[in-house]
């Protein structure tokens, strides 16, 4: 990228998009080809679950073996309703699922994930196991030795975010992956509208970027500005004017300038997004009503309405972050996980009928990240911060090889070949390795790929193979 | 501005005057007649007042700068504040219960009384300090309605009251009262926290073991005295391990609810409207009672626990062996300038404060009231701020309470949050004791994409400036500016409306108007290029329609970067 594309690219996202909205909205196809820019649209949407998602119990191995060391390392199978039975998800209620290839051996899901089982069957969700932050292939006596090279404060809740949100291992680095991907891929999407990184859930890590700032909005999108209409009275409109020049004014300090780019952006794209929003069709998955949504399937129900305006807003590449919280499960377990993982199953299958409503199903990758793994072992009612955990990802059948687990399924055992204490487990597969699959996918190029996922060359396997 | 900067920086050159004539005095045969120290100017009481209150008023100011002049305001102010007694929560809350409780009461209802508290006191409380301090120690030793605690308003309102209570006094009892409240016992699991059980692989709750060295007391890495990381060969040093994590762990167990007289953790499990607002009780029988490893530093008095000691004296030993980690002064008082005063402290700003908190001029480790004082006091918090790091964001219910202190805002009814469900939270995404996790609404170094990240800086309370946030804020002001204000009538009696006599007095003079809404949200200190915009738009609405020029002033100077920048 040289210079002046920079420069240019620097004006644009610090709110000169004067450019880019006056333009004809609807001929994005035309003019990205003269662009030279991508071909299709293409969208990732980051699913974080925060707090550390105990996903030990999401997918559970079922041969006898594997399934009794599982019980056994979580002190034995939970009883419904009492917090302080054993952890492991009695095996007469797993959901079953059957993988396609690696080890063949039978699996199941936690019962409560039903859609999620379902989409897994019908090939549309793939799981990666065993991952989490790494910096290079680590192996338990390196740990024990004191001699790996090791992502810093391990078994941190923010840390762990800010590890699979910027993948900076001991780096300082100010920007996320997916702000490294905006950076990368914005000067191939000029006419683009909105910026690539869109949030339905406040400013994260994850999409700081060096030059193309997100766009943050709410669940069910932006609101309007209360004070610049109607529009048919004059003094509304120039209030709107009087606001953009306040914020356009020289400032003498760093804060002033941060926050007056803020709102200048919320001015000039509140009224856009809204328009689209307003303008896209209902969604028979994830209906305008919002009873029995919850907060996540609202946000994935903004997210399914601005993709189908893509080409109104002429988007061609999107990242979208949408978050929930409460999974870390220190404190009553056996009674809250449930419906945590049943949340996070029907707003993957939701969403996905929704993409398959729009007919993007093989255009959009849903995928999920959770600050670690949780500890195999108990704290008596709970589970406590680890490290390498269970991930799914979700698209269509030409998107996604899916119906697989990806990876190296560990064995759950306490002081088996990759636990360094208490059923804390040694990731196999690093977040470097699952951000540069993606990241691939979305357009990032191999030379390109350190700049997303700077350890990347520590690992032999570049791209994990889930997506087509 | 340009003159605003220069009226101030005269101020403070006239004081180094005087203080030099004084000490160059005392040998000269005639000395010249002694120059009268000035008062502080009104920009001077806004700035110091916005950071040591909820928001400052004309009248404050006034007083404030009444108080003496710039060698001894502050300072008597300060005396005045310390001397305060702490507005409560608890009592508002516990007067809510119904008795006797109907079935199926709602408790987690009364987090609206409890946050109706929280209003009346930082509005209209004449603890300000205490309260502004109070509230910097709910966003570092975090505790949420949000989670676990949701149907424990009683609990969270002592928590803040405690906070209070201890807003001016010994870090380490604060570290003892967060430690054993049963708001944090639920919040960060140490409550119910048991002894390892081998054959069941259960081993102790490490969360609060974690957490309160991560984020309450001494943080993840080693820390120079100006906080800054301190750093061999080039790489920042670990202040714990997981091994240290574990021996806190254990620490941390056999805690429950008070039961006076109940010697069995198994027979203490049970919340009641009396125990969640008194400390935890201690149960020997699911305490963990080997060696337990404690941080190791230079001068550490106890390194490891011995077996067999009780809960309490473990406690104690644990306790002060974070207390006394030199990380606490740098770590704490950083967090404490950057809440109060600017997100950029100079390292030499924290050095002299982390120096007090290290020991104040009674030699006393830990006392917050002198760290307040130090804080509060330094040349970099007086001084006329000129670099473009000075200052901070305010975070959005510290616009919001400064608006309403300004304006006098109040309902008929008196209340403050009555009108709205959610409030203020909806709104502002922050409400008291209502952070989504225990890393508060924002983090200490979060830093915005552009000159901010890339100069190594931060703006932590840009984290909540979304485009949607700011949004959401600007209309709530606009609502408030021109409908929600002593002009209209017929409003409902819980809407909380602002006091615009003076404004519509002068509604018809732009120039006057801008002034005077200038004057009670900046202390006057307004940029030219603001006041000409306002103006313009003010004079675009007929003066027969004096309440939209007078909302336009309200809202576009409250919304304004000038407005939204603590000084």
Redesign the interface.
Known sequence: MNYNRRKFLRRVSAGGLAYALSRTPGTVWGQMAGAGGFGEYRALVCVFMFGGNDSWNMIVPRTTAEYNAYKSARGGEQVVGVSTSGLAVPFASLLPIDPIGTTGAPFGFHPSMIGVQQLFQTGKAAVVTNIGPLLAPTTKAAYAAGSANLPPQLFSHNDQQDQWHSLRGRNVSKTGWAGRVADLVTSQVPNQQLAVNLSLAGNSYFQAADTVSPYVMGTNGPVAFAGFAPTTNATNVARRQTVEAINNQTYGTIYERAFAGVTKRAVAFADVVNNAINAALPLVALPNSNTGLSSLEQQLRTVAKLISQRATLSMTRQIFFVSVGGFDSHDDQNNDQPALLANISSALSRFYAATEELGVQNSVVTFTQSDFGRTLTSNGDGSDHAWGGQQLVVGGPTALLGQRIYGTYPTLAINGPDDVGGGRLIPTTSSDQYAATLAKWFGVTDAQMPQVAPSINNFTTKNLGFLV | MARSIKIAQLAIAGFLVFVAGCSGGAGSSSPPPPVPPPPISKIEAYRFLNQATFGATDAEAQRLIALGDSTNSYSRWLDEQFAKAPSTQLPTVVAAVPNPIPAGFNIGSLHAQRVEAWFQNVLNGDDQLRQRVAFALSEIMVVSQL??LANFPLSLADYHDMLARDAFGDYRKLMEDVTLHVSMG?Y??ML???KP?PA????????YA?ETM?LFSIG?VELNVDGTPRLVNSQ?V?TYD?SI?EGFANVYTGWRYAYPGVTLFANAGRATLTNQVQPMQAYADQHSTGTKKLLSYAGAAVTTIPAGQTPAQDLANALDNIFNHPNVGPFISKQLIQKLVT?NPSPAYVARVAGVFNSDSQGRRGNLQSVVRAILLDSDARSAPSA??????KEPLLRLTQLWRAYGARAASGKYTATAPGFPSATF?QGPLQS????NFF?PF????????????V?PE???????????I??FF??QA?ARTTAQTGLGADVVVINTTQEQAVANDSEALVNRVADKLLGGQI?A??KA??K??VN??ATTVPN?RVA?AI??IA????F??QR
């Open positions: 989670g676990a639920i960060l699991s119910g926290n048991q059980n069941l692989n259960i081993r102790p709750d490490e969360n974690r991560q993840l920042t670990p997981q994590i997100s473009q790091t000075a200052g901070k964001i995404a989504g996790s225990v890393f983090s979060f830093a915005p994409t552009g000159e901010i990240a890339n100069q190594n800086l703006a840009m984290q909540l400036a979304t485009e949607y946030n700011n949004t959401q600007m209309n606009w609502a021109i940029s290029e603001l915009s306002v313009a738009q675009l609405t939209t336009d809202y576009l919304t304004a970067p000038e939204v920048l």
